[in-house]
């Protein structure tokens, strides 16, 4: 009976994770990120009405 | 360099006097699901406030940087006419990358508008091109008229431009309202137009028509 039980808890225990994986994360509020963009055009306008630098950097994956 | 230094307070806050562009090709690292409001949305793995989308077409405008082979991660900065003023190349920490920020920022000169105002100018402006699009002319004065507070770059430039524009529909409606030959339509008709356009030029003179029609 006590092997049974802890079975269960541990049954019940392995399908909250799992649901807590499936289950999309809250994203990031505004402000919590940096604001980047996609189109330079764009945002050299962007810059230009708001008198600010453009910090543009290039990446590539491991 | 991107999953720690651009997750960093101190960096996001520096970026907050930037437009900031990442260029990145690939899209192997992945996405998440996360709710942004009340949607769900695919963000990236990696710049995590994104789709891998945003930084996949960015890459369209590397080569207004550099061309033929070059080492990654290289971050440029320029100026806001988008003319390069120093680069970086090789992953810089949290600090280091603020520190060559802070650099990049000094050689411009004048008054900067930080993202918090620049996105409360950008809806005060929607707000009052909606306003003034619905004939609501008292709140499309009000949200230009607030817009008009906020100083940098061309902020109060473009909304006292488009004070002036219902500046001028006011000249037109007062016009109207003098053109009016019953006294109580003509006073009522004044009275509405120093209500709707304070504080605009147009409120003043109606006001001074409206007492001294009294």
């Known amino acids: 009976m006590k092997k049974l039980s802890l079975a269960f808890v541990l049954l019940v225990a392995a399908a909250g994770v799992a649901e807590a994986q499936n289950k999309p994360s809250k994203g990031p509020l505004p402000g919590q990120g940096i604001d980047w963009k996609a189109d330079f055009d764009a945002a050299v306008k962007e810059a230009t009405a708001r008198n600010v630098p453009i910090m543009f950097t290039v990446h590539k994956d491991d | ?214």
Not at chain 2, 73 to 82: E, Q, R, V
Request: proline share 3%.
């Open chain 2, 1 to 214: 360099m991107a999953d720690s230094s651009y997750k960093d307070a101190k960096v996001i806050e520096a970026s907050k006097n930037f437009v900031s562009i990442v260029a990145h090709q690939e899209t192997t690292h992945g996405t998440k699901d996360v709710i942004v409001g009340r949607e769900k949305q695919k963000l990236c793995n990696e710049y995590h406030t994104i789709p891998c989308e945003t930084h996949k077409a960015a890459w369209g405008f590397v080569g207004r940087f550099v061309t033929g082979t070059f080492m990654t991660p290289t971050t440029f900065f320029a100026d806001p006419s988008g003319k390069e003023i120093s680069k970086v190349v090789g992953g810089l920490s949290a600090g280091e990358l603020v520190k060559k920020m802070n650099e990049a920022l000094a050689k411009v000169s004048g008054e900067k508008v930080p993202l918090p105002v620049w996105q409360m100018a950008k809806q005060l402006m929607l707000d009052g091109e909606i306003a003034r699009e619905k004939s609501d002319l008292k709140k499309a004065v009000e949200a230009y008229a607030k817009a008009s507070k906020l100083r940098g770059g061309t902020l109060k430039a473009d909304a006292d431009a488009a004070l002036k524009k219902l500046d001028e529909e006011g000249e037109k409606q007062l016009a109207a309202a003098l053109a009016e030959a019953s006294v109580d339509e003509k006073k009522k008709a004044l009275k509405r137009i120093s209500e709707d356009f304070k504080p605009l030029p147009v409120s003043a003179k109606a006001k001074k028509e409206l007492d001294s029609t009294k």
